[in-house]
């Protein structure tokens, strides 16, 4: 399978070398100035699919550096892995897996086959299921043991079992306002998360949703069982248990044995990775809380920029455009990180949720064949919502010595038309990408210094400290509005320009091995932890600190 891609080294390829070359071209190009020398740059390099406005012009890039980056896409085979993933191929290598989230917004349900047999009707009998049961919780039919209808939700889940419900549920915050619930979210094995819930719910009208595709995270089991025991221990009896918790999971036997009924237990794949699962039924609590045919329209607006990504040329093909963006600084620039810049309150959840898609799917240092990789893959993902970045870490963005790449993301419509406040916050937003492009000059801080009545020394002194580098790249994105469809557009196009990227950097972007081990670690380390001490068998650091504890538990008896 990785005959194609792999028989060169992908430094020493000619696309590389070429970029290589190039790249020395570009050192000493200013933005400023290819925005002076061409009045069309704007629409030479921005493009609109899916109801999404991507302005690419405030990057590094001349036609001539998108030829050469689309040579290394094409290179790299992106087209045929494309349609190794749509085709239900096992592109996952190291899980042996299908790769197939586009199966679950497949809404034109056309056949995608798995070893041979069609997923459709199974993707669409558990939607079928979902809808039901969110239609009686919505309406009231579903009650809890004592009759009251359901009035909170709990997720009980972690990693691609929380950050997608909890990012989307908070971006759509505007649709879940009528449903009458409160949603919460319980991540943390800390014993504070639970118990912060907890105390905010009533076991009568609660409704535990025990998400976990493996049904073996420890995190998640054991805030279960202490939801379960906190249910209980309130006066409810086991008999109870059926209506009060519900479970989503690719493992129904565990669920089932953990104590969830059959028909409480919705299911998906081995074929769905964790952090591209809040299409499956992992998305529950979403559906729950914006209804099903919200949810519905989530999914469709993943499935447009699906069908934007499977069939449109390279060249004008968004995802693609970003994943070579984000190439040419992570490889050629030697940027370490991309923010992830949303001017949304709503979308505060999105660049944690963006974080796990990109790092855990691209985080990685050996190809699909094993052999380490001579070049940089996944850059670090941060950022927070705009303006608050603004009045923090934008002085680096600005001023710093670092090359930081990032993404602005606004919608044009706001919710609430409160006086001024979103046409400030767009000035702000638009503010920013030009600031950075363009940045300011000693002539132009000298001039402005001399109009606010300063000069001589004083003047000349101030000035290194005011100029602006500016040719700071961005990538602009624009959407009308925050609704499911276009937020289901939004986040297919970064699952999308994460595959681009993997198949680019030739790595398993399906795969998390290094996420394994954490798994397994813990779980050594506690037999020592509820044992009496002093523990030996590890490095000097953690027989320490482990001793630390221990002596500490001991002092407090
Ligand atoms: C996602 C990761 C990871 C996973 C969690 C929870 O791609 O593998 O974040 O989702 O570790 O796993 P379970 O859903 O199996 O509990």
Same mark, same amino acid.
């Given at each position: ?65 998108? #030829?050469?980056?689309?040579? $290394? ?45 069609? %997923? ?11 809808? #039901? ?10 009650? &809890? ?36 619930? +409160? ?13 912060? @819930? ?5 076991? *009568? ?5 025990v998400s976990s595709k493996s049904f073996s995270t420890q995190e998640t089991l054991t805030n279960a069982l202490s939801c379960r025991r906190w249910f209980l221990d309130s006066g409810a009896g086991e008999a109870a248990i059926a209506r009060h918790f519900v479970s989503v999971s690719a493992n129904v036997e565990a669920a089932q044995r953990f104590g969830i009924l059959p028909d409480n237990v919705f299911g998906f794949w081995d074929w769905v990775g964790g952090r591209y699962s809040l299409w499956s039924a992992i ?9 099903? *045919? ?57 660049? #944690?949720?963006?974080?796990?898609? *990109? ?11 094993? *052999? ?26 600005? +001023?710093?010595?670092? $090359? %930081?790449?990032?993404?602005? @993301? ?8 409160? &006086? ?46 005011? %100029? ?39 790595? !398993?972007?399906?795969? +998390? ?9 813990? &779980?050594?380390?506690?037999? !020592? ?29």
């Amino acid at each position: 399978m990785d005959g194609v891609v792999t028989s060169m080294q992908l430094t020493r390829s000619p696309a590389w070398v070429a970029l290589e070359k190039h790249k020395k071209e570009m050192a000493s190009l200013h933005m400023r100035s290819l925005f002076e020398r061409d009045p069309g740059r704007f629409r030479r390099f921005s493009l609109s699919s899916c109801d999404i406005l991507l302005d690419y012009s405030k990057n590094r890039i001349t036609e001539q550096t998108m #030829a050469l980056l689309f040579a $290394l896409a094409r290179d790299a085979d992106v087209e045929g892995w494309r349609e190794r993933m749509f085709r239900g191929e096992r592109i996952n290598v190291t899980e042996d897996r299908a790769v197939l989230h586009v199966a679950l917004r497949n809404r034109g349900n056309r056949p995608i086959l798995v070893g041979g047999k069609d %997923v459709m009707p199974a993707v669409n009998s558990v939607l079928g299921r979902i809808a #039901a049961f969110v239609a009686r919780v919505r309406s009231g039919e579903w009650r &809890g043991y004592s009759g009251k209808r359901i009035r909170s939700v709990v997720n009980i889940g972690i990693g691609g079992s929380d950050l997608g419900p909890v990012m989307v549920c908070e971006a759509l915050r505007p649709y879940g306002r009528d449903s009458g619930l +409160q949603m919460h979210f319980m991540s943390n094995i800390d014993g504070s998360h639970v118990q912060e @819930i907890l105390d905010q719910v009533d076991p *009568e009208t609660t409704l535990f949703i025990v998400s976990s595709k493996s049904f073996s995270t420890q995190e998640t089991l054991t805030n279960a069982l202490s939801c379960r025991r906190w249910f209980l221990d309130s006066g409810a009896g086991e008999a109870a248990i059926a209506r009060h918790f519900v479970s989503v999971s690719a493992n129904v036997e565990a669920a089932q044995r953990f104590g969830i009924l059959p028909d409480n237990v919705f299911g998906f794949w081995d074929w769905v990775g964790g952090r591209y699962s809040l299409w499956s039924a992992i998305g529950l609590p979403i559906a729950l809380y914006i209804g099903m *045919e919200r949810f519905e329209e989530l999914l469709a607006g993943a499935h447009q920029m699906d069908e934007h990504f499977r069939t449109t040329p390279l060249e004008q093909n968004m995802p693609v455009i970003m994943a070579l963006l984000g190439i040419w600084y992570n490889d050629f620039f030697g940027a370490q990180s991309h923010a992830i810049l949303p001017y949304d309150h709503y979308l505060h959840r999105l660049t #944690a949720y963006l974080q796990q898609a *990109e790092m855990e799917s691209n985080g990685k240092r050996v190809q699909r064949n094993g *052999e380490p990789v001579d070049y940089d893959t996944c850059p670090v993902i941060w950022g927070e919502p705009g303006t608050n970045g603004q009045h923090a870490y934008f002085q680096l963005l600005h +001023q710093g010595t670092r $090359l %930081v790449p990032a993404d602005f @993301i606004a919608p044009l419509e706001s919710y609430h038309h409160l &006086g001024e406040h979103h046409a400030i916050l767009l000035s702000n937003f638009f503010g920013q990408t030009r600031a950075l492009m363009w940045g300011k000059n000693a002539a132009e801080v000298r001039a402005e210094l001399a109009a606010a009545g300063m000069q001589g020394e004083e003047l000349e002194a101030l000035v290194p400290h005011k %100029v602006l580098p500016g040719n700071r790249p961005s990538n602009t994105l624009l959407i009308p509005k925050l609704t499911p469809r276009t937020l289901g557009s939004l986040l297919a196009l970064y699952e999308h320009k994460i595959f681009v990227q993997g198949v680019i950097w030739r790595v !398993d972007s399906f795969d +998390q091995w290094g996420v394994e081990f954490g798994k397994q670690v813990a &779980g050594e380390i506690l037999p !020592d932890l509820q044992g009496s001490g002093p523990v030996e068998k590890y490095d000097s650091s953690t027989n320490g600190l482990i001793g630390f504890y221990l002596e500490h538990s001991a002092r407090k008896g």
